[in-house]
Nanobody, 118 residues
């Protein structure tokens, strides 16, 4: 069982930057960031696999960067040029899955951290 704890959310003006961190009790083959805006379904933001191959949602490409530190069991999401549409609750997730991390059925989730862009 993997436990995940996110931190780093907050309020920022459009165009600004925020960095999110996720402390994990272990590193899984697939880890990712997801977000849910009010009234909308949760959506994938970025994923990273055991080889550090990454995937980004089209809406965040070029602005967000996902990375991980296996030695520290930490997943991060650097968010630059934030837009109003980036507002939402951001969740860290992990799963051991041999296929595409985008299609993994993530079992382990953090409690979420709020990002508000105004």
């Amino acid at each position: 069982h993997v436990q995940l704890v996110e931190s780093g959310g907050g309020s920022v003006q459009a165009g600004g930057s925020l960095g999110l961190s996720c402390a994990a009790t272990g590193i899984s083959t697939c880890m990712g960031w997801f977000r849910q805006a009010p009234g909308k379904e949760r959506e994938g933001v970025a994923t990273i696999d055991s080889l550090s191959s990454t995937w980004y949602a089209d809406s965040v490409k070029g602005r967000f960067t996902i990375s991980k530190d296996d030695a520290k069991n930490t997943l991060t999401l650097q968010m630059n040029s934030l837009e109003l549409e980036d507002t939402g609750m951001y969740y860290c997730a992990s799963e051991d899955y041999g296929g595409s991390c985008l299609s993994a059925a993530y079992r382990y989730w953090g409690q979420g951290t709020q990002v508000t862009v105004s």
